[in-house]
């Protein structure tokens, strides 16, 4: 199974901050990584798929790079929606498994 | 518009059995996997399961083959999650999330997701 490792655990920035978010994965993924976004009270929201693809009607301030064992996650100039906690996820092997998440709040 | 719509809040008593369901609407429901994900309470996501409805290929993560059963019912375009006896452990959310037109065997990414069904189990 492909263990999923993100960093920090907790982010805590003001808005208008540029938000860096970081999954490591203990195997190569390719570019099978996808980030989610949960907030309070609701149900996970697909943010980037394929490592770097944008999901439909998801705002150009959130950017996913890397490949392999790497990525990262920008929130070019936060907003005030997007305190919440951030998921990653990959589906290069069976299972899928998650990341732990990432929780971006107010500094 | 694609939506999952999944059933009420449980409350059960240890050892009580429980289905719990998400129907799928706005898109053809036989053609994309669906999957669960369990959410203990303040904790993160954890991936149960999957099953193709349109063959009934059902696929379970290690970590909860036995523990629980899905199904699907495509002529309601409805997919199921169901416990035989159920723990204080099972206490959680539960969701239901559409596998992306790219599964590959069952491993996919979630673009839609239901509301979520609270299962509470406590004696």
């Known amino acids: 199974e492909i263990v999923l490792t993100q960093s920090p655990a907790t982010l805590s920035l003001s808005p208008g901050e540029r938000a860096t978010l970081s999954c490591r994965a203990s195997?190569?993924?390719?570019?099978?990584l996808a980030w989610y976004q949960q907030k309070p009270g609701q149900a996970p929201r697909l943010l980037i798929y394929?490592?770097?693809n944008r999901a439909t009607g998801i705002p150009a301030r959130f950017s996913g790079s890397g490949s392999g064992t790497d990525f990262t996650l920008t929130i070019s100039s936060l907003e005030p929606e997007d305190f919440a906690v951030y998921y990653c996820?990959?589906?290069?092997?069976?299972?899928?498994?998650f990341g732990p998440g990432t929780k971006v709040d107010i500094k | 518009e694609v939506q999952l719509v999944q059933s009420g809040a449980e409350v059960k008593k240890p050892g009580e059995s429980l289905k719990i369901s998400c129907k799928g609407s706005g898109y053809s429901f036989t053609s994309y996997w669906i999957g669960w994900v369990r959410q203990m309470p303040g904790k993160g996501l954890e991936w149960m399961g999957i099953?193709?409805?349109?063959?009934?290929?059902?696929r379970y993560s290690p970590s909860f083959q036995g523990q629980v059963t899905i199904s699907a019912d495509k002529s309601i375009s409805t997919a199921y999650l169901q416990w035989s006896s159920l723990k204080a452990s099972d206490t959680a959310m539960y969701y239901c999330?559409?596998?992306?037109?790219?599964?590959?065997?069952?491993?996919?990414?979630?673009?839609?997701w239901g509301q979520g069904t609270l299962v509470t189990v406590s004696s």
């Open positions: 195997q190569s993924v390719s570019s099978y």
């Open positions: 099953i193709y409805p349109g063959d009934s290929d059902t």
């Open positions: 394929d490592a770097s």
């Open positions: 996820q990959q589906r290069s092997n069976w299972p899928v498994t």
């Open positions: 999330a559409r596998g992306t037109r790219y599964c590959t065997n069952g491993v996919c990414f979630f673009d839609y």
